[in-house]
């Protein structure tokens, strides 16, 4: 009687989540791949990037974004020292003291964490716009270009950018991209029809003014991470559907590293997963729900596999086939676009793991985790 009932719910949530994939994979495709980047913009840009122990990264970022083709008169660079301890903070003064012309600024933090140290930097930043990444991103020469004449031309209030990683060289790491991959192609879809509910502050851009609003709206949750992205669903809920944007050109991608092994794969999992129960938006909650529950019943039926009949496992196989020709067109879209193509040869062993590794990190985003050495409660 148990198997029928899980049996009947895997079914029932099969098809709720066919309906969340093609939503997705519908947006991605309506998309328009354009670029501006050949206008002048007008706009002044401030570049805040928090940073805490990041010292190895700090200076190709420095490099890359000193050659960005955006005008220098309408550029600020802002970092903001999170209580660093291996000196990234002598790296950037270097880079100060070694380009006085250019408008580079270094703060330190008052409050730990990320959140307080964006808090910081955003609320002494001079630029219009507003633009987040992170201390070991590296995006293209043209990605501020590209964010601010789409921010004239459009006039969105918040506009989210595609973020990859690379130098994927192990098994392990080709399987964490394709699970990136599908986590920021199906913000973007979802961005697309008028239904933001996802999107990483390592490639992001807004007013300031409107962050500002948001800081001292009672909607703010307050949470240690994932303020992106309750900052995307506060952006939607006062300024309506189209007022989010995302990016669908490669000179605005921004690539990160790949996370060396499992530990910190989880780790980083755990902090994004642990944010879901606070969603409020009916949309980012059905999504949730949805997701964790039909993998959730996966893993079961795996379970029932090892423990009771093996007929289970024809059962759990026959729905990841499912699921891997439903999620297939949105990978492989979002891997061409990327320059990712290399990875799909991978789809299907990931998809054999997915329903198991996303139950755990959504059960154990709901205790209390660590990142880069500091509890985190909620």
């Excluded at 079914?11 to 093609?22: D, G, M, N, P």
């Excluded at 910081?120 to 219009?128: H, L, Q, R, V, W």
Aim: glycine share 6%; with cysteine.
């Amino acid at each position: 009687m148990t198997s029928k009932i899980i049996l009947f719910l895997l079914s029932v949530s099969a098809v709720l989540y066919i309906l969340v994939i093609l939503t997705f994979t519908a947006g991605w495709n309506s998309l328009k791949n354009y670029s501006f980047s050949h206008r002048n913009p007008q706009t002044s840009l401030s570049v805040v990037v928090a940073f805490r122990n990041e010292a190895g990264f700090l200076e190709n970022l420095l490099t890359v974004l000193l050659h960005q083709t955006y005008p220098d008169s309408l550029l600020e660079f802002i970092f903001v020292n999170d209580h660093s301890t291996d000196g990234g903070d002598q790296i950037i003064e270097k880079f100060i003291a070694a380009n006085k012309k250019r408008n580079i600024r270094l703060l330190d933090s008052d409050e730990k964490g990320k959140k307080a140290a964006l808090r910081k930097g955003i609320a002494s930043a001079d630029g219009t716009l507003i633009v987040t990444t992170d201390a070991d991103c590296l995006p293209k020469k043209s990605w501020l270009a590209e964010i601010a004449v789409l921010y004239e031309e459009k006039q969105p209030r918040l506009i989210l950018g595609p973020v990859i990683y690379h130098k994927e060289t192990s098994f392990l790491q080709k399987l964490f991209s394709l699970d990136f991959i599908s986590l920021v192609a199906s913000g973007a879809g979802s961005a697309e029809i008028g239904l933001p509910f996802m999107g990483n502050a390592a490639n992001m851009a807004f007013e300031k003014k409107i962050f500002a609003e948001a800081e001292s709206d009672a909607l703010h949750t307050g949470f240690t991470s994932g303020d992106d992205v309750f900052f995307i669903h506060y952006v939607r809920k006062k300024f309506g559907r189209k007022a989010i944007a995302f990016i669908k050109n490669e000179e605005a991608i921004v690539q990160t590293p790949a996370p060396e092994d499992l530990k910190m794969f989880f780790a980083q999992r755990i902090r994004w997963g642990s944010k879901a129960r606070a969603y409020s938006q009916p949309w980012a909650l059905a999504v949730s729900y949805i997701i964790f529950f039909f993998n959730f019943l996966l893993t079961a039926i795996l379970v029932f596999c090892l423990f009771t009949s093996h007929w289970f496992a024809a059962i759990y196989l026959l729905f990841i086939i499912l699921k891997t020709v439903v999620d297939f067109p949105l990978l492989y879209a979002f891997s061409r676009f990327a320059g990712k193509r290399y990875l799909l040869p991978f789809v299907f062993p990931f998809e054999m793991v997915y329903p198991v590794y996303i139950s755990y990190v959504a059960i154990r985003g709901l205790f209390p985790y660590q990142w880069k050495g500091r509890k985190v409660s909620r």
